[in-house]
């Protein structure tokens, strides 16, 4: 899986189709990433002592498929794919953008 924690994404497919945002957190198990303010569910909760909040409806954020979500690329800001390149001298892997050619953290 290309897309990691930290990572800028635009979702391609699906009902939030356009909206960006950070990806929270990385499932490669499951190929799914959970991205911020993406994929909004209602959660009803019960009351109870050990929570902040008394019970209610919350809204949490749902896991969306790698495959519905581009990384942004950091120069043209358009979602790209990704690619990796190995130095095998330093022995190192970095991820670069298709389109620009940037490198990614």
Wanted: proline content about 4%; overall charge positive.
């Amino acid at each position: 899986m290309k897309i990691k924690k930290g990572d800028n994404v635009i979702v391609i497919a699906g009902k939030d189709k356009g909206k960006t945002g950070t990806v929270v957190r990385a499932m490669p198990a499951t190929s799914q990433v959970v991205v911020e303010g993406v994929n909004m569910h209602k959660r009803h909760l019960k009351a109870n002592k050990g929570t902040k909040q008394g019970g209610g409806i919350v809204e949490i954020t749902a896991p969306v498929h790698v495959s519905n979500v581009q990384i942004v690329d950091p120069k043209t800001n358009k979602p790209t794919r990704v690619g990796i390149v190995v130095d095998t001298v330093k022995n190192t892997r970095t991820r670069v953008t298709k389109k620009s050619g940037t490198t990614l953290k």
